[in-house]
């Protein structure tokens, strides 16, 4: 009865709302001020396919002088052998063991065809790092280092101001792998798992190592929301001529539904008493990747409730204009930032 009522309810005030929503007009700031960015990134990807396993110690020996932090870092994280304690020789072993492995080789190569050129993508991330020193001013730009790692990683903040991409998990959403029962990604997670969200999942990561931790006595629904939506806000903000859609990893039809049921889903939120719930069964879907919105007609995405955390963020913004990114990344208390944003959809 409780879902029949809760279709009932998005039904009657999306009927309210029965123009077609529209992109949302961002204000993007002038850039004139901001010398442009010239992103050094190292093809670590590459230059690995490069080593001739027949003169591997060689090749290992480039790479080393090459990357003497990043190639450490790799193979300790990804191949689990420290260099550094190797004493019998187990590291050089281990690499050229990786080097000519089938699944590796193969999972190196479609990585290649899909990424030989990196320059459109290069290009979108300068352009986001631009805007990153306009209201970060302070903070260095990154070095950035591609890799393929057996689908472990998409992008990863390193030490000593580096940023790791891997390369592997945006092979498109057709890729073979992803479908493998071994990995087991659902389809509405593989669908962006391509070169599209390749910038946004970069940038989230940036965004993240910024933000302060979230305290493990902030687990209600509205903290998640909140800290979410500061998130989606920022990353938003360093990427502003992407859709919507593609920041939100929704589909187009998935972004329309929100925008135009943007009050019923509110009223649900509030009427089924989630906005102060910690039960991670009743909440989780509506902050963490999921197919859908429990309570919610079945077109409704998961993590509606990040949505409504932006447009919280959103308002609170418009009403202190003032709040730097930095600062907002300081504010404390989603239930004193509700209440200041006086958010009404």
């Not at 190196?108 to 459109?120: H, L, M, Y």
């Not at 990863?156 to 087991?184: C, E, K, R, S």
């Not at 990893?249 to 649900?268: F, G, L, R």
């Amino acid at each position: 009865m409780r879902f029949f009522c809760g279709i009932s309810l998005f039904v009657a005030l999306s009927a309210c709302r029965s123009d077609e929503p529209t992109e949302r007009k961002r204000i993007i700031p002038n850039l004139d001020n901001i010398p442009p960015v010239t992103l050094t990134v190292h093809r670590f990807d590459q230059d690995l396919l490069k080593i001739d396993s027949n003169h591997h110690l060689e090749g290992i020996k480039r790479l080393e002088k090459a990357y003497p932090n990043f190639n450490n870092l790799f193979f300790e994280r990804v191949v689990g052998v420290k260099h550094l304690q190797d004493s019998v020789g187990e590291y050089h072993s281990r690499v050229r063991e990786y080097l000519t492995h089938p699944s590796v080789r193969r999972i190196a190569d479609t990585t290649q065809i899909v990424f030989k050129n990196f320059d459109k993508i290069q290009n979108i991330l300068q352009e986001s790092f631009r805007f990153y020193k306009f209201y970060f001013p302070n903070k260095p730009i990154p070095e950035i280092y591609t890799f393929a790692a057996q689908y472990n990683y998409g992008a990863i903040v390193l030490p000593n101001n580096g940023l790791g991409i891997g390369l592997d998990m945006f092979l498109g959403a057709q890729h073979a792998d992803y479908t493998d029962p071994v990995l087991a990604y659902p389809a509405y997670v593989r669908r962006t798992f391509d070169a599209a969200h390749l910038p946004v999942r970069v940038m989230e990561a940036v965004v993240q190592d910024m933000m302060p931790e979230q305290a493990a006595t902030e687990n209600k629904l509205l903290d998640f929301m909140i800290q979410n939506g500061k998130q989606m806000y920022v990353v938003e903000k360093l990427l502003p001529h992407l859709p919507d859609s593609i920041l939100w990893s929704y589909t187009a039809e998935q972004t329309k539904w929100c925008k135009k049921n943007e009050p019923a889903i509110w009223a649900h939120l509030l009427k089924q008493d989630l906005l102060y719930s910690i039960k991670s069964k009743d909440i989780m879907k509506l902050y963490a990747p999921a197919p859908n919105s429990p309570g919610m007609p079945p077109e409704a995405p998961g993590r509606t409730g990040n949505y409504i955390g932006l447009q919280i963020i959103r308002q609170y913004m418009e009403r202190f204009p003032n709040t730097s990114l930095e600062q907002l990344f300081q504010l404390k208390n989603a239930a004193k930032i509700l209440e200041a944003s006086k958010y009404k959809p």
